[in-house]
């Protein structure tokens, strides 16, 4: 059973980078997309960006400029960094499994998330 | 960029069947998958590749696709149905989600 846990502060304070790690079981890294899709309070969810085969990465056009995506295939982790956060980035985040298939990408299993506030 | 839109809200009495659009040019064109999220959970996969359920999804859940508007079908809803929907589909090499749709089930 594939399953993915996010970790990192909760809170952030504005102008700093806010850094998340992903820890996944059931699956290795050698194939799918771990991406990161966040949640603002009360809206809808937006792609941040994937990575895949460990070096490859695809970024949000929005975000591209402040972030960052790899991957610690030794411990079986993914990361998040983005950086500068404004209380606009205050939102939940969750790591994803993206399948790539007809090349078009799907998420089957979600982390459960994690609330990061940017305040000072 | 791209856009998909979505009601912000659906109500449908038990027993009967629910149809949550996603509009977007020529999204016909594309493959649309959906999500299923109720308060404090996290979004679970319903329908990808415009109709496809994934394992353990019930039945009831079926998918279309043509010209600008894929379409959520959810026969014989049941009250554990009630949530928010988004639909997800992939243009320019961008992952692009509706802004959800909240199902009511009365």
């Known amino acids: 059973q594939v399953q993915l846990q996010e970790s990192g502060p909760g809170l952030v304070k504005p102008s700093e980078t806010l850094s998340l790690t992903c820890t996944v079981s059931?699956?290795?890294?050698?194939?799918?997309?771990w991406s990161w899709i966040r949640q603002l309070p009360g809206k809808g969810l937006e792609w941040i960006g994937y990575i895949y085969y460990s070096e490859n990465t695809n970024y949000n056009p929005s975000l591209r400029s402040r972030v960052i995506i790899s991957v610690d295939t030794s411990k079986n982790q993914f990361s998040l960094k983005l950086s500068s956060v404004t209380a606009a980035d205050t939102a939940v985040y969750y790591c994803a499994r993206g399948r790539f298939e007809y090349n078009t990408p799907h998420f089957d299993y979600w982390g459960q998330g994690t609330l990061v506030t940017v305040s000072s | 960029s791209y856009e998909l839109t979505q009601p912000p809200s659906v109500s449908v009495s038990p027993g009967q069947t629910a149809s949550i659009t996603c509009s977007g040019d020529?999204?016909?064109?594309?493959?649309a998958s959906w999500y299923q999220q109720k308060p404090g959970q996290s979004p679970v996969l319903v329908i990808y590749?415009?109709?496809k359920r994934p394992s353990g999804i019930p039945e009831r859940f079926s998918g279309s696709n043509s010209g600008n508007t894929a379409t959520l079908t959810i026969s014989g809803t049941q009250a554990m149905d009630e949530a928010d929907y988004y639909c997800q589909a992939w243009d320019s090499s961008t992952v692009v989600f509706g802004g959800g749709t909240k199902l009511t089930v009365l």
């Open positions: 059931g699956d290795s890294f050698s194939s799918h997309y």
């Open positions: 590749q415009d109709d």
């Open positions: 020529k999204l016909g064109d594309k493959y």
